[in-house]
């Protein structure tokens, strides 16, 4: 469990080199760099590479949502953090609509922020350890769903260009 400082709301205090681990990683992902005061980070860049960098998003997301819900969060939010990966996965699939999608959304912003109401607000009680499984498994299915589009967009646009 990580202790929690009531009176800094943006982040909790963590001692656990994990969950600091945690913390780094997604503002790597979402708000490492600003341009004219827009911040963003390594996710929409990667995205930007077709189906390897929605894949490589969705696969460091979960793996933050595994780690936060194997210290402490609550299953329900374990939920909530997988759909925020999830949709950032599937509109982040969309050529052009999910590029943009990509640099506003922030999943991992989003997910750090159940995390902190977690700890500093005392929200989202409970444990997370027999959700892991079907976090597991849903990911899995996201990442055979998107494979799957992928491959359909490409025969689609095949049967387009070559007829």
Known sequence: MIPANRSNTSAPVVSDPMLKMVQ??????????SIGGFKFGLD???????????VSSY??????????????????????????????ALVGTI???????????KANTRNLKLLTEHYTEGKHRGSAKPVIIS???????????IVFLVIKLFQWLEALFMS
């Open 135 to 145: 976090i597991l498994v849903i990911m899995l299915m996201v990442l055979a769903l």
């Open 24 to 33: 780094r990683v997604a503002r790597l992902m979402d708000e490492q760099f």
């Open 44 to 54: 929409p860049l990667l995205n930007l590479i077709p189906v390897a960098g929605d």
């Open 59 to 88: 696969i460091i997301s979960v793996a933050l949502i595994i780690t936060m819900a194997q210290h402490g969060a609550s299953g329900r939010v374990a939920i909530k953090m997988l759909g925020n990966a999830t949709l950032d």
């Open 95 to 105: 050529p052009v609509l999910g590029w943009i999608f990509d640099f506003s959304y």
